[in-house]
């Protein structure tokens, strides 16, 4: 049971373009979310996350959004850059629940073109 | 501090032998967690320590493997009699107890041939 998926495997958009990422849940449990960037043959690297209390965090370039209602979040980035091109992951976790263990997506590809 | 650190970064082992990585948190980190990322997929919980306790082993974590973090500091992974179903990319990660954000090392890149 995949509780956690992110059902595009890779997305081209073209460089000062947007990047919208999505990811969908089904685990209602789920009161964090948090999204890694991981190049190739390095450890995933923290991005952006968002509480179940909001439904949008910004931090510069990159905006998450939280639609509870639907399990559903989005990570926008604007403007794509080359150097964004990388392997997103969505994450989540019950907070509130002992260990705050992360649970996956699939990951998404994205390729910023020049 | 330099971060999550791992080593080996890379290892080949023939199927049958037995393996361990280590993994050194970040210092001020109580939480320990190992991921295995398998191609294409994303990280799968296998493990997680609070200082020294083991806390919870997701069922990926067959009696082949074994963690200890004796002192509540680095972290070991063993695997024993290695399977090629074993290759994969073991990943290890620290937090604050409660805190919101886990940060992950550069991972051990498994092959068995």
């Known amino acids: 049971d995949q509780q956690v998926k992110q059902n595009s495997p890779s997305l081209s958009v073209q460089e000062g373009r947007i990047s919208i990422l999505n990811c969908d849940y089904t685990?209602?449990?789920?009161?964090?979310f948090l999204w890694y960037k991981k190049y190739p043959a390095e450890g995933p690297t923290f991005l952006i996350s968002i509480s179940s209390i909001k439904d949008k965090n910004e931090d510069g370039r990159f905006t998450v959004f939280l639609n509870k209602s639907a399990k559903h979040l989005s990570l926008h980035i604007v403007p794509s850059q080359p150097g964004d091109s990388a392997v997103y992951f969505c994450a989540a976790s019950a907070f509130s629940s002992a260990g705050n263990m992360l649970t996956f997506g699939g990951g998404t590809r994205l390729m910023v073109k020049p | 501090d330099t971060g999550v650190s791992q080593d080996p970064r890379h290892k080949i082992t023939k199927r049958g032998q037995n393996v361990t990585f280590r993994c050194d948190p970040i210092?001020?980190?109580?939480?320990l967690y190992w991921y295995r990322q398998t191609l294409g997929q994303g990280p799968e919980f296998l493990t997680y320590?609070?200082?020294?306790?083991?806390?919870?082993k997701s069922r990926l974590l067959s009696d082949r493997f074994s963690a200890e973090r004796p002192k509540g500091s680095f972290s070991t992974l063993e695997i024993q009699r290695t399977e090629q179903g074993d290759s994969a990319m073991y990943l290890c990660?620290?937090?604050?107890?409660?805190?919101?954000?886990?940060?992950f090392g550069q991972g051990t890149r498994l092959t068995v041939v």
């Open positions: 320590f609070q200082n020294e306790a083991q806390l919870e």
């Open positions: 210092s001020e980190h109580n939480r």
């Open positions: 685990n209602s449990m789920f009161d964090y």
């Open positions: 990660a620290s937090s604050f107890q409660g805190g919101t954000e886990a940060f």
